[in-house]
């Protein structure tokens, strides 16, 4: 075989062996990255709707759990949402939590309201911090009808052309409680979903 002819067949092979190269260096990279990315945790709540009496207080169980093999600390933070001087209260959350791998910790979280809490439904958002954020919120409907677990479910209110105006439910209550929810969208598509 002449030079020429060598030096013809490598120039061949190149970009092929180049963009094997490439393809094999970005797996390399994508199996790093996932490996990287799947060690978190994660933070749920049961339950995560309640509906109380005003003056009744209510639990929900927060659970922390590692994904991946996360193992570390995780900073607590709450959030009650709307803020009134005399909405609920929450007590139980922990400044912290440290999880192993493969491990839970859970813990009670304890909501309080007096009879001068207003009838509105609010949300207690669970915030968790370590490297990344996560949030789970439990949906607390304060009703002069409701008792401690009730469910909170849409309701069809009616419809001006194709705005569908959807309110709540609360524990067999029909009507918004201080809420209410506007769903975009044509009426017969969203028939077919509901």
């Not at 260096?25 to 978190?40: E, H």
């Not at 859970?106 to 009838?119: D, E, G, H, L, N």
């Amino acid at each position: 075989m002449s030079y020429q002819a060598s030096r013809t067949s490598r120039l061949r092979t190149l970009p092929s062996f180049l963009a094997s190269l490439v393809v094999l260096g970005a797996l390399l990279a994508s199996v790093s990255l996932a490996s990287a990315q799947a060690s978190d945790f994660s933070i749920s709540a049961s339950p995560i709707t309640l509906c109380v009496n005003p003056g009744i207080d209510a639990q929900s169980v927060v659970s922390v759990s590692s994904i991946g093999g996360f193992s570390g600390t995780v900073n607590l933070n709450y959030t009650v949402t709307p803020s009134y001087s005399n909405g609920p209260t929450v007590s139980g959350v922990p400044s912290s939590v440290t999880i192993g791998s493969g491990q839970t910790s859970s813990f009670t979280v304890a909501i309080s309201t007096t009879a001068s809490t207003p009838v509105y439904v609010y949300t207690i958002g669970i915030l968790g911090l370590s490297g990344s954020f996560h949030q789970t919120n439990i949906q607390l409907a304060v009703s002069a009808s409701c008792s401690v677990g009730g469910i909170i479910e849409p309701t069809m209110l009616g419809s001006i052309g194709s705005v569908l105006f959807v309110g709540l439910t609360v524990a067999g209550i029909a009507g918004a409680v201080a809420a209410g929810l506007i769903v975009y969208g044509k009426r017969s598509a969203l028939r077919t979903k509901l």
